[in-house]
């Protein structure tokens, strides 16, 4: 009887040594996003929050608040320059350090698409309220689709109005379904920021972060007026990632304007800003938002884990 006693106390103390260690890893996990300073994911075009229930971050908020994180999705604009986009993100800001009794000082910002020029606005008119900013998808250099839209209707010509009545009548319903009614849309204020003028233009204005050579990478933080701030990117190089949803059909199509690996809004080297994480992700350019309804590649890291991986980069580094 003691023979067999003594294997299964040390089996029992075994297990629950494994017990008490998963408990341990379970505990850590549960902080691993929890950084300093609140995410704030903000949206690309066609920005809102949630429509009849759908989320324009699908999941991710829930995961990174699975994990310790804070959490904000601004109220944005569909349609309209960075520069007014960012100006109501700052007044949203300032209302969540407003009320926070002090412990809210400074922003992780997080941005898709445009919400990553969106973001660098922010960064560098005010930069008291940043922390770091991590773009997504985002063309810093414009994209040729704005270039092929506006060459078609361009301002002023009958297919122009036409093209601006229709997509802000669109901006606008998509404003009001996400309960955003002070904005009004403005699609042209958009394209004239992402055809190859303006895309120079704003990175003429506000050149922090942003990489000197072609393709390459831009500093991993700046001090703009005294307030060091971390810069990040990343971005896929996939149109076709599942074959089961829209998406992939409409960026297949829109593909073909690039002469370069593309996300079907966003070239390679485009999205490149601060330090570059991965640039080739085989992501389109809405399944970093983990879009259309989770449909994403089989094949590479799942959104949510993306998210979360970044966000415990964030804690890391003191943000």
């Known amino acids: 009887m003691k023979r067999l006693l003594i294997p299964a106390v040390a089996a029992l103390t075994l ?8 408990g341990w890893l379970d505990f850590w996990k549960k902080n691993e996003s929890q950084t300093r300073h609140p995410i704030v994911l ?14 324009y971050w699908y999941k991710i908020p829930a995961a990174l608040e699975s994990q310790g994180a804070t959490v904000f999705v601004p109220k944005i604009n569909a349609f309209d320059s960075s520069a007014n986009r960012g100006e109501r993100l700052i007044e949203q800001l300032e ?11 400074k922003f992780n910002l997080m941005g898709h698409s445009q919400g990553g020029l969106t973001a660098r606005y922010v960064m560098n008119v005010r930069p008291d309220l940043v922390a770091s900013v991590t773009t997504m998808h985002s063309p810093h250099n414009g994209s040729p689709l704005a270039d092929v839209v506006t060459g078609i209707a361009e301002p002023g010509t009958l297919q122009g109005v036409s093209f601006e009545v229709f997509s802000n009548a669109v ?6 379904m996400s ?23 704003f990175n003429n204005r506000f050149p922090v972060g942003m990489p000197t050579t072609h393709c390459g990478q831009g500093p991993a933080s700046a001090n ?10 990343w971005s896929g190089t996939a149109t076709v990632t599942t074959g089961l949803d829209l998406s992939d059909a409409l960026f297949a199509v829109t593909s073909s304007a690039f ?15 601060g330090q570059v994480l ?29 998210f979360q991986n970044h966000a415990n980069r964030l804690r890391n580094a003191g943000l």
């Not at 903000?42 to 989320?55: N, Q, R, T």
């Not at 901006?171 to 009001?176: A, F, I, K, Q, T």
């Not at 007026?225 to 990040?232: E, N, S, V």
């Not at 370069?260 to 966003?266: H, L």
């Open 179 to 201: 309960d955003n009614k002070r904005d009004k849309a403005d699609v042209n204020a958009m394209l004239a920021e992402f055809n190859q003028a303006g895309a120079a233009d």
């Open 259 to 273: 002469d370069e690996p593309n996300d079907g809004v966003t070239g390679r080297c485009s999205s490149h800003f």
């Open 42 to 55: 903000v949206p690309g075009i066609f920005a809102f929050d949630s429509i009849a229930g759908v989320d």
């Open 171 to 176: 901006g606008n319903l998509v404003n009001l």
């Open 224 to 233: 703009v007026d005294g307030h060091t701030i971390r810069l990040y990117s």
């Open 278 to 306: 991965k640039d080739n992700y085989r992501m389109n350019h809405i399944d970093v938002n983990n879009q259309v309804l989770g449909l994403v590649s089989l094949f590479e890291t799942k959104p949510e884990a993306l």
């Open 95 to 105: 209302n969540i350090r407003a009320t926070s009794n002090g412990s809210i000082q």
């Open 15 to 22: 297990c629950g040594a494994v017990s008490v260690q998963a």
